[in-house]
């Protein structure tokens, strides 16, 4: 880590500079060493786990961990059982409309990925990401900036709202489970709720 970054980082937190939570989205972009994590959590509740987390999703990134498998099966069940556990948030949240047409969709693995991508501009399915990230933002354990903070660096780290939300589970207080994401996003998978259909695809390229 740079460490005009990392300095500018434990002022922050410290209080000592006042920075916009979103300086901190390419926090974990580039080579960080173990020192520079327990020093970025140092912070933190439950550093240890926030840094295995990261590390979990640096070793898939990096291809240190699994380079995917073509796995329609085990696809389809990880996204069923991730869409059941965001659904969590639209239901606490009131969306119950957005609950029901969840429950009626049918299951269907295709392996032109795009087809995924297209359809994650649904308007069900963005209904679903902006209530469970609304919903995630809502249960912090602490509303200090260098939380906010934190969570702007899970999101830039990946640029996926449900990496950020397995990454920020352990500040947060809720007991949805968002490593079923984790293991689909492993397999190099993705999906997409419809009106009618959670569509489900890996992507290879």
Known sequence: MEYETFNKWCNFCEGKVILEPSYFLTMFHGVISDRDLEEIFKYFPCASELIDRVRNVQSVM???RSLGNSDPAQ???LAARD???RLKA??????EELVDVARSVSKRFVSD???V????SDDWNVGLIENTNDYVNSVMISREQHYYAIFEAFYGMTTLFPMKWYLCAPLTETSIDFSNFFKLWELRGDYALT???LLVSQDFN
Do not use: W, Y
């Open 62 to 64: 990096h291809n240190l």
């Open 75 to 77: 696809c389809l069940e």
């Open 83 to 85: 869409l059941s556990e």
């Open 90 to 95: 639209s239901r606490l949240l009131g969306d």
């Open 113 to 115: 990925f795009s087809m």
């Open 117 to 120: 991508r297209t359809a994650q």
């Open 195 to 197: 009106g009618t259909e």
